[in-house]
Nanobody
Framework: QVQLVESGGGLVQPGGSLRLSCAASGIRFDSYTMAWFRQPPGKQRELVAAITAGGDTNYADSVKGRFTIAKDNAKNTVYLQINSLKPEDTAVYYC???????????WGQGTQVTVSS
């Protein structure tokens, strides 16, 4: 059974930081492209950052320089370090694991990040 379990969300003041974690099980983690998406209130889900099986990363323009995606293959975990948080970063953050070109595409349940003073 495949599971992606996010943690680390919460309420933080503008300018603050959070580290989100996503622990994967039931997949060959080191073969997957892992990504973080977010869905702000009333808006569509959007890609925030991704890291390939080989470790290449890409980011949405809106988060470049503030967000960092990383993974630990030994722990089957992908992280998202979020710095200099802004109110517009408020969203449910979802972990995604996929193998491009195949049916393998899995989602976590999401973790809420709220940026407010």
């Amino acid at each position: 059974q495949v599971q992606l379990v996010e943690s680390g969300g919460g309420l933080v003041q503008p300018g603050g930081s959070l580290r989100l974690s996503c622990a994967a099980s039931g997949i060959r983690f080191d073969s997957y492209t892992m990504a973080w998406f977010r869905q702000p209130p009333g808006k569509q889900r959007e890609l925030v950052a991704a890291i390939t099986a080989g470790g290449d990363t890409n980011y949405a323009d809106s988060v470049k320089g503030r967000f960092t995606i990383a993974k630990d293959n030994a722990k089957n975990t992908v992280y998202l370090q979020i710095n200099s948080l802004k109110p517009e970063d408020t969203a449910v953050y979802y972990c995604n694991g996929r193998i491009v070109g195949t049916w393998a595409n899995y989602w976590g349940q999401g973790t809420q990040v709220t940026v407010s003073s």
